[in-house]
């Protein structure tokens, strides 16, 4: 079957270095989005993709960046890792705007 | 910007009853609308989606309505069983696209 895998499922992390979370999906989805939740904000989108080559940034995408070199990967780096970047991290995708999102399972990051 | 809320933020209903969840958006020119159910430490399921152009939809139990004119959707869910219990999670797109702004959601508790 398709289906959309985020790795690592957890990580822990000091603050400053660089982290890049990964996201694949097999159903040759066009759109692909990275949100994050937290307590009291639920979901927020981060950045989002139309396709390859294609990145936008979404509410809340300081501190974060994304690129699109193939249909399936659309990976998720932290440039400089901050406490406030704790988070449960989503990835999403959809063959389209009239279609529904599909989600990964999440990553749990922990920023020390 | 796309504001979205939900009520109530917690219900507690004996199995087998029906019941209904409310979404409220801010802005009435979405795209579509998206209700997801989201069980402990796990990611979102798409549960069903609504075009801008349609009134409803309905998959088994559940039935989504949307009216833009009041900036209102709600879910129904037909005979709830236990296995409904989940955070229920109801998202508008702030344009036309696929940019997602999420309610914080209702914590539904099925009792058998």
């Known amino acids: 079957d398709a289906e959309i895998t985020q790795s690592p499922r957890h990580k822990i992390t000091e603050t400053g270095r660089q982290v890049t979370l990964a996201c694949h999906q097999t159903?040759?989805?066009?759109?692909m989005f990275w949100y994050r939740q937290d307590l009291g904000h639920g979901l927020r989108l981060i950045h989002y993709?139309?396709?390859?080559?294609?990145?936008n940034k979404g509410e809340v995408s300081d501190g974060y960046s994304v690129s699109r070199s193939n249909t399936e990967d659309l990976p998720l780096t932290l440039e400089s890792a901050a406490s406030s970047q704790t988070s449960v991290y989503f990835c999403?995708?959809?063959?389209?705007?009239?279609?529904?999102?599909?989600f990964g399972d999440g990553t749990r990051l922990s920023i020390l | 910007k796309q504001e979205v809320t939900q009520i109530p933020a917690a219900l507690s209903v004996p199995e087998g009853e029906n019941l209904v969840l409310n979404c409220s958006f801010t802005?009435?020119?979405?795209?579509?609308l998206q209700w997801f159910r989201q069980d402990p430490g796990k990611g979102l399921t798409s549960l069903l989606l609504?075009?801008?152009?349609?009134r409803e939809q309905t998959s088994g139990r559940l039935n989504a309505s949307l009216d833009k004119s009041s900036g209102r959707s709600t879910l129904y869910i037909a005979a709830s069983q236990p296995g409904d219990s989940a955070t229920y999670l109801c998202?508008?797109?702030?344009?036309?696209?696929?940019?997602?702004?999420f309610g914080p959601g209702t914590r539904l508790s099925v009792l058998p």
């Open positions: 802005d009435s020119a979405i795209y579509n």
């Open positions: 159903w040759n989805h066009n759109n």
């Open positions: 998202a508008a797109t702030d344009n036309y696209g696929q940019n997602f702004v």
């Open positions: 993709s139309y396709g390859v080559q294609d990145t």
């Open positions: 609504i075009q801008s152009s349609q």
């Open positions: 999403a995708s959809s063959p389209g705007n009239t279609q529904p999102q599909h």
